[in-house]
């Protein structure tokens, strides 16, 4: 049962931008790790990017590094991930997710967060 709700997807040409949001006000466990999964038709889920809660400190596939920025609003109620310069390989639905953790550990394994959003479809074309 989705907990988490996305919003921002959309069809987009390559080149574009486009920002997703995730309301994570549902979140409010300060020690959370919060992140964006993509999932393209045919292939498994894939990180994305992620954020902790309490320290704001991010990490991202080396895939999209330098392209996207995952971050939170000042209430960290609602999560983002900006997209530029999208390219037709980014084309997914993509899903926000959120897991309590006190280990600081990177989170990059789907099966690693237990809560979930219904995702959003992006679609960029060439």
């Known amino acids: 049962q989705a907990q988490l709700v996305e919003s921002g997807g959309g069809l987009v040409q390559a080149g574009d931008s486009l920002r997703l949001s995730c309301d994570v006000s549902?979140?409010?466990?300060?020690?959370?790790?919060m992140g964006w999964f993509r999932q393209a038709p045919g292939k498994e889920r894939e990180y994305v990017a992620s954020?902790?809660?309490?320290?704001?400190?991010?990490n991202y596939a080396a895939s999209v590094k330098g392209r996207f920025t995952i971050s939170t609003d000042n209430a960290k109620t609602l999560m983002y991930l900006q997209m530029n310069s999208l390219k037709p390989e980014d084309t997914a639905v993509y899903y926000c997710?959120?897991?309590?953790?006190?280990?600081?550990?990177?989170?990059?394994?789907?099966?690693?967060?237990?809560?979930w959003g219904q995702g959003t479809q992006v679609t960029v074309s060439s």
């Open positions: 954020i902790r809660r309490r320290t704001l400190t991010t």
């Open positions: 549902f979140v409010t466990f300060s020690n959370a790790v």
């Open positions: 997710a959120a897991k309590w953790d006190l280990t600081g550990r990177q989170l990059l394994r789907p099966e690693e967060y237990d809560i």
